[in-house]
């Protein structure tokens, strides 16, 4: 196979990352967060244009280079957004910087008095084929140790986003007063406010999960999307509409543009009896998002931003998205078993 051009690490000039901006970020950011919230920003922006350029410039998809903290393989653009994140975050009022890149956490600066967890670039297998990928970010206020900062609760958080690179570029931002959607203006590189106010509608038709696991899921997620799937004719007397990106951001995206739910829950699998995605740096500021939009997130049971992790990379079931269709799931699983194991005859408790 031919080799594509070598790959930089570096992300770019640091003027290009200075003067992407938010534009007015007085409105919805507190003053203190607003320095973190640039920089972030500017390597967003930085990024965006690098990947919206991949294959001219360099094979971004191309080339594993090894594996991350958790033993998932990295491609080289993961590890060129970690390096990007590190380096504009050093300096600023972060102190601990966890990194699902990493294997540890960073202190980037002593006297800081926050706390900073990140993805630098989720669902980085979907680069080659075109589809979104993004970051995601969960800030926390530091405490005397990197443990201190990170194993705590997913109420701690002071703020959460992420940034999808795709048709456009957007970062979705919360600070514990709604969801902002900001919009990557190609021609200024600046992020222009679109939404100050995103909410998720509290029912939706549409969900989102790997059929391809249903042999391996519990008998509650099976029979919730058994009646899904019933359409008209089940106990749920609607069709419903089934997606899978494999791509969390951009399952986050679509929900939170129109409703729905995401299930990734924890399965029969060897590895995936916790499920598979971190709650440091994918789940839990995804809960906080989607919470502040008016939406739920759970375990599959409990709201998941309730949970104290135990480890920097520690894995979770998922399941978020619009607030009746989350609280239905988790009302499967207090169903008997017998109910669960039938076929959707005898649930006619759940219509509607």
Known sequence: MAQGPPISIAIGGGAAVRDARLETPDTYVPAQYQDVVQRIAGVAATLARRIARGGLDEALHDDTL??????????????IADVAFRAALAGSDVRFFASEEQ????????AGGLALAIDPLDGSSNIAVNVSIGSIFAIF????????????????????????YGPQCCLMLSFGAGVQKYLLDPDTGRFRLGDPA????????????????YRHWTRPVRAWVDDCMAGTEGPREKNFNMRWVASLVAETHRILSRGGVFLYPADARRGYER???RYLYECAPIAFLVEQAGGRATDGI???????????????????GSADNVARVSAYHDLPQAETAALFGSRGLFRS
């Open 198 to 213: 995103v909410t998720i509608c509290r029912k939706s038709f549409e969900f989102a999960i790997n059929a391809s696991n």
């Open 103 to 110: 294997d540890s956490a960073l202190e980037l600066n002593p």
């Open 275 to 277: 499920g598979r995605l």
């Open 66 to 79: 090894a594996a991350n903290a958790d033993g998932d393989a990295q491609k080289a653009l993961d590890v």
């Open 302 to 320: 409990d709201p998941i931003l309730n949970h104290r992790p135990r480890s920097l990379h520690e894995r979770t079931p998922f399941i978020f």
């Open 141 to 164: 206020p530091a405490g005397d140790t990197a443990e201190d900062s990170f194993l705590r609760p997913g109420r701690d958080l002071v703020g959460a986003g992420y940034v999808i």
